[in-house]
């Protein structure tokens, strides 16, 4: 299967979460994990190399996908192969939209969309909705509250839930702004990392179970 961290904005928790996801169903799952960085930043990659100083041992391998090549995906039947295969193939995209993200857009199985309620990020995201739906994408969307705050009252909460509700699943735990997120690694979650994540990604796994009929 293929499950996408992707959105239009910077800044908003895609590699947080995505490194947090990969690690998670390593830990959790019998299944492989691959990682593939589609982001120029390659921060996850970049992350990833840098956990090998860690004494311990890595959870999955993280691939660059090649910047230059402008079709990564002309070797259709390789995303093809990612898609059929029991492995959970974890892509991290940058905060732009990009042609060459169209082929892995439209065939992935899931797309994590995290975002924040702030004006700037709200219009972002409706837009990579927007762009998704021009591709036709047929993966499922999933919305995730990234970098909540609990004790601010979002002005924009209600109205901004309600329109993405339209185009997939809202997670209903969101992803709390936490210090010690900020300090994750690849090859682990600390208590309290797991404790960030947790239930948001029970909700995101018992979702993807679901809907492919799988047992993650
Ligand atoms: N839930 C969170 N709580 C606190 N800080 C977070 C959280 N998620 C992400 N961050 C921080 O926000 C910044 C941007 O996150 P990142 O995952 O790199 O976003 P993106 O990949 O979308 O650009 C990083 O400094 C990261 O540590
Ligand atoms: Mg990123």
Known sequence: ?????????????????????????????????????????????????EDELLEIPKLYDVEIIDEENKQPFSDFEHLIEMKESEDVNVFDLAGTLDAKYSDLLIYSDFIVIPFEYSNVSAKSTLVFINFLGLLESQAERIFIRSKYDKGYKYQNQEGMDSEISKYGLLLKSPVFKRNCLQTIDTRKLTYEQKYAVKNSFLELTEYINKCLEITL
């Not at 947090?20 to 019998?30: L, R, W």
């Open 1 to 49: 299967m293929i499950i996408t961290f992707g959105t239009q904005k910077g800044g908003t928790g895609k590699t947080t979460l995505a490194i947090a996801f990969a690690n998670y169903i390593a830990m959790s799952s019998e299944r492989n994990v691959n990682v593939f960085d589609f982001d120029f930043q390659k921060s996850f990659y970049h992350k990833w190399k």
